[in-house]
Every structure is written in C-alpha cells, then in structure tokens.
C-alpha cells in the first residue's frame, strides 16, 4: 500500500527544489538478491520518477574565510520514490554479519543529481543545504548519525574538454565530514592511478573512515540485469493541481500539488534574506545562525 505521507513529502521535496512534478509517475520493481532484501526486489520509480529537473543552490566559503561566500547551484535529475531494504551491520571481532529488518518496505526517498560538483567540499555544502531544507519541509529529519540520510558519491576525473572518466561510488556515507573526504580522496586515488599508467574500473566502494580512505566492495563490471518490471501491484500514482482537479472528488483520496505548493514554509535561503534585511546582519552570520 503506497503511504500518503511519504507521497506528500516527495512532493513538498521536489517544490522546494524547483523541480518539475509529474501528474501521473510509475512504480517499477527491481530484482537483485542481497541478505538485506528478503522480498528479492525493491519497489522504485525506474521509468517515470515523481519529480525531474530541479535545482539546489548552496553556498560555500573561499579560503575558509566566511567573509568570502560564493554561490553555486547542482542540478537535481530526479526525485524517486522507493522502498527501503534492511541494514547489514558487520560484526568485526565475531566476524560476522548481522541482518536489521525493521527499516525494510518502509518509503525512501531518492535525490539524484548531476555531475555539477568538483570537490569534496562541494558535496558536503549541497548536502548540508539539502539537509537543512529536508527539516525546515519536515519531510525528513535528516539526521545522517542516525540512517535518516545517506549519501552515495559518484567520483570521475577527466581533463577539461574530453569526456567524463569511468566513474566508482562510494556507497553509504553518513556524515557529511566524511563525505568530503571520501571524494577528495577517491579523486586523488583515481588521478594518480591514471597517472602511473593504470585504468578506473567501475565499482562500488566504501570510505574507511578510520583509514581515511575508500575501499573496494564489489565490482560492477558484469552489468547486473535488475530485470524492471512494472510494479502489479501500485498502478500509476495520479496528483493534481487547482485546474486538474475534478470537482466531485474526495480530497482525502487525491493530491493536490498547489495546495501543497501554498503550504511551503519560508526555505533557510528565504530566512537568511529576512534576516539580513531585518536586523542588518552579515550574511555570513546568517549561515551561522541558521
């Protein structure tokens, strides 16, 4: 059964990211086997998402110095809907791996973005940005410590001009400090193994954050087949607006994207502006502040 709430804070989510929101989206099922997904698939959004092509402005301090702040935007390819798996918690000392099912079935929202970011740095500011308009929305808590946020971060190099290079993902960071550092170490690790010669090979890695490094999980070089299907059981997933709305309906039963649009609180980049312009502030104390 699709949860209303989570529809709505995908919804809320995708307008405070300006992004465009579909009146009719698709559930998909995506078959793989992993101990943490005792169904053998998960329901997600693979062909038509519930929002596409938004934006995420983001500020970040030149030189360390918050006088100095530049503004930067990171295009959002898409918002999905999907269901959660469970958790893998490795037991080093038994060396053993435990299975928490209490997360899996339960709504996720996935943001995708594009590859508008070059540096650790970056990242960890659009993250930050996004978590703090994911709690002003109330549509997450966002607390990273916690699993209510995760990053995965795709890392390629290239020279200026040539293509995008083979790109790996350093799958499930939960900290934005350490978000920053596993980008920044894996664009270094990928520039000096191209430099002596080597090749990136597509796979899947995972910071260390002991070690401070990535390390390798598993390769993605035999292209899995997740053999997408329609999901039988969600048909198409219907919203509308104040013109497509038909007048007989219940509105408990469907959703309204402009109500939902009038409804938006102040965003943290709206409530910065307010409070530079009311008490005078330096708008790097705003930051601070909020």
Known sequence: ????????????????LN?????????????????????????????????VNGS???SLCIDNKMSQMVTKTVRIKQIQLEQDSGKSLHDDTRSQTLVDLNR?????????????MCCGEEAAAAVRELQLILQTLGSSQAVMAEGQLRVDANVSVHHPGEPYGVR???KNINSIRFLAKAVDYEIQRQIEELGNGGTISNETRAF????????????????QDYRFMPEPN??????????????????????NIDWIRERLPDLPSVKREKLVEQYGILPEHSFTLL
Do not use: W
Not at 1 to 16: D, I, K, P
Not at 42 to 50: E, K
């Open 208 to 223: 260390d954050s002991k070690l401070g490094c990535t390390v390798p999980m598993r390769d993605k070089e035999g292209k």
């Open 19 to 51: 992004c465009r929101i579909n009146k009719k989206s698709l559930f998909d099922r995506k078959h793989y086997f992993y101990a943490d997904l005792p169904a053998g698939y998960q329901i997600t959004q693979q062909r038509v998402p519930i929002a």
């Open 234 to 255: 969600l048909p198409p997933l219907i919203l509308y607006d104040a013109k497509s709305l038909p007048a007989n309906m219940n509105h408990q039963q469907v959703l």
């Open 104 to 116: 899996a079935g339960v709504g996720l929202m996935e943001l995708v973005m594009e590859p508008d």
């Open 1 to 16: 059964v699709l949860n209303r709430r989570c529809v709505e804070a995908a919804v809320m989510t995708g307008l405070a």
């Open 56 to 58: 995420l402005s983001y």
């Open 168 to 170: 790996t993902e350093v």
